[in-house]
């Protein structure tokens, strides 16, 4: 049963305009998510992340916007540059289960067309 | 710069070879896991480990081990490898802080045929 969600398995946004990748998940227990970036042949990188304590938080060009109530996140990339191309993993974890053993999304993959 | 890195990068094997994944850090973090790509899938948690000696299973453990006798290396063996174990296995390692990222290596591809 898959516990993290991401249902567009890719997205293709033009440069310079909001890319908005979504992301569900099922466990209530899950109490602190973070976004993975992946390009081809490397290892997933960190993002951005939120507590579930918290409905927004802001890195730059990057938001994530959680959703407790209706189990749902989101990560908006304003503006959207060429290297943002790359796979996308929303990842969920439960602090009290023990750091950073995360479930992750089957991943999105985002595609910038200049 | 310290780092985490995994070897070898490719690996095909044959049906029922023991293989070992090799995976080293040297950010002297305690926390050290090992997750498995697959497509529709994302990653997934095969084992885990907390510091040395430790040693956990995650969501997909079985035909899998690892053992941690210091803290730079958390090695994954396959006891006897299937096809169904060809995949993308990447490392990661984090601090202790409940609050914090993990740092992934550059995966290694393994071929089971």
């Not at chain 1, 997933?44 to 959680?66: A, M, Q, W, Y």
């Not at chain 1, 959207?80 to 999105?108: E, H, I, R, W």
């Not at chain 2, 899998?64 to 210091?70: A, E, L, T």
């Not at chain 2, 390692?93 to 990222?101: C, G, I, K």
Request: glycine share 6%.
């Amino acid at each position: 049963d898959q516990q993290v969600k991401q249902n567009s398995p890719s997205l293709s946004v033009q440069e310079g305009r909001i890319s908005i990748l979504n992301c569900d998940y099922t466990n209530s227990m899950f109490d602190y998510f973070l976004w993975y970036k992946k390009y081809p042949a490397e290892g997933p990188t960190f993002l951005i992340s939120i507590s579930s304590i918290k409905d927004k938080n802001e890195d730059g060009r990057f938001t994530v916007f959680l959703n407790k109530s209706a189990k749902h996140l989101s990560l908006h990339i304003v503006p959207s540059q060429p290297g943002d191309s790359a796979v996308y993993f929303c990842a969920a974890m439960n602090v009290l289960q023990g750091a950073q053993k995360l479930v992750f999304g089957q991943g999105t993959r985002l595609t910038i067309n200049p | 710069d310290a780092e985490i890195t995994q070897s070898p990068r490719h690996k095909i094997t044959e049906t029922g070879r023991q293989v070992t994944l090799a995976c080293h850090q040297t950010w002297n973090h305690n926390n050290m896991f090992w997750y498995r790509q697959d497509l529709g899938h994302g990653l997934r948690l095969i084992h885990y480990s907390y510091g040395v000696q430790d040693t956990n299973k995650g969501e997909v453990s079985d035909g899998y081990s690892v053992s941690r006798s210091n803290t730079e290396d958390l090695p994954l063996t396959l006891e006897s490898a299937a096809s169904s174990q060809t995949s993308v296995y990447f490392c990661a390692s984090s601090r202790d802080s409940w609050n914090t990222e993990a740092f992934f290596g550059q995966g290694t591809r393994l071929t089971v045929v």
